[in-house]
């Protein structure tokens, strides 16, 4: 077996993925032949584990979606399920879903207030008029790079895109026309008078037991145009959405830093401005968010051991320095806006593969590889779900007392291997 190369396939012709396979030295196969490592597209999962063309996995293969992934990277069915697990969480009477004295989630509170159209329409007419003054942001559940998004501020702007929505009754054909739209961050935190979010790359090898791991070497995205709350400009994408297939078109966009700047960038830029330890606790309550989310999906997740997925986590932090959760991707952009772009990306699936496919060795379902700390790379564990239940036993054993912790990432992993969150 060491003596044989692995065979890799792909549906994306991204040098980032062909050059990190020649590198290894792998062997190209067609979707059709034995291929024992596929970088798919979303589609082609779809067949594979399709009950009417798919076909069963072997042992020596493995592919980079899970079956179901649009569980969490469907905007509507993300929502959806992270309202679920808050409500389960609440029946069990567990402290993390804790709620204020305005029936607010102390430690869960991550999303913004989203519904779903048409679904939800009576419950969002209720929740506007509350606070006719503010901004929604609409999206088709099932688009990506910012395809059909659209802001609004008055109900009769909602009414007119349903009647030009080919349907006088406000009702969507099918799921592929249905929205989701949810309360706008109008006070985002602004660099430079800019808009900008966050794209963090997950990587995510077991949904039960939970095991993802963050990439250190994500990005900011930036608007071209400067920010401005003002409702005249509601219609001005490039005031308000970061997607980098949108503000490439901007007047102002440079194609050499590509409206990019480096996570490691912001988190000097906000120690600087705001502090240390304000910095770390926005950070942390990043990772927080991430394990939630992933914990959320875990339960209704194909847990299938022939599988992994690297997200594209999108977040948007307020001035308030809170992160929100906005949306996950399921096949985040490989194509390279810069050479530092490209560079990035190479280490990100260079990374990638180190952990799912350690040592670059034929892929063994049957026993669980366990990459050494040596090959994470830019890679970070932040959520290990045995190594924390384990601990859980330990310390119970030790003490009756033993209140459950997440074992992830501390904020000085040399100093404490675990860190007990909230």
Known sequence: MSGQKVRWACDMDKSVLLGNFEK???VQASQDEDWN???????????????????RLQDDQII????????????????????????????????????????????????????????????FVEEF?????????MKPTGKARGIGIFLINRLSQLKKWSR???????????????????????????IGGKKFDLRLYVCVTSYRPLKCYIYKLGFCRFCTVKYTPNTTELDNMFVHLTNVSIQKHGEEYNPNHGGKWTVHNLKFFLEGTRGKEVTDKLFDEMYWQIVHSLKAVSGVMANDRHCFECYGYDIIIDDNLKPWLI????????????????IMKYNLINDTLNIVCPNGEIPD?????????????NYELIYDEELSQSEVLERDSKSRIGIASLSVRSRDSRARPTTTWK
């Open 64 to 123: 980079n979606h899970y079956p179901n992934h649009y569980e969490l990277t469907r905007k509507d069915l993300m929502v959806k399920n992270i309202k679920r697990y808050r409500k389960d969480l609440e029946k069990e009477g567990s402290p993390l879903a804790e709620k204020d004295e305005n029936g607010k989630y102390i430690h869960l509170d991550f999303l913004p207030v989203t519904f779903l159209l048409p679904a939800d329409y009576n419950l």
């Open 327 to 342: 949306e996950v991707n399921a096949s985040p952009s490989l194509t390279s806006t810069t050479a530092n772009d490209r």
């Open 24 to 26: 290894r030295g792998w």
């Open 164 to 190: 030009d929505s080919r349907t006088s009754s406000f009702a969507a054909p099918s799921a592929k026309d249905a929205y989701v739209i949810s309360k706008y961050i109008d006070n985002p935190l602004l």
């Open 365 to 377: 379902v049957r026993w669980n590889k366990v990459p050494s700390k040596e090959s994470y790379g």
């Open 129 to 137: 008029r509350k606070n006719p003054s503010s901004t929604w942001i």
């Open 37 to 55: 490592f596929y970088w798919a597209s979303v589609q082609t999962t779809r067949n594979i584990f399709s009950v009417d063309t798919g076909y």
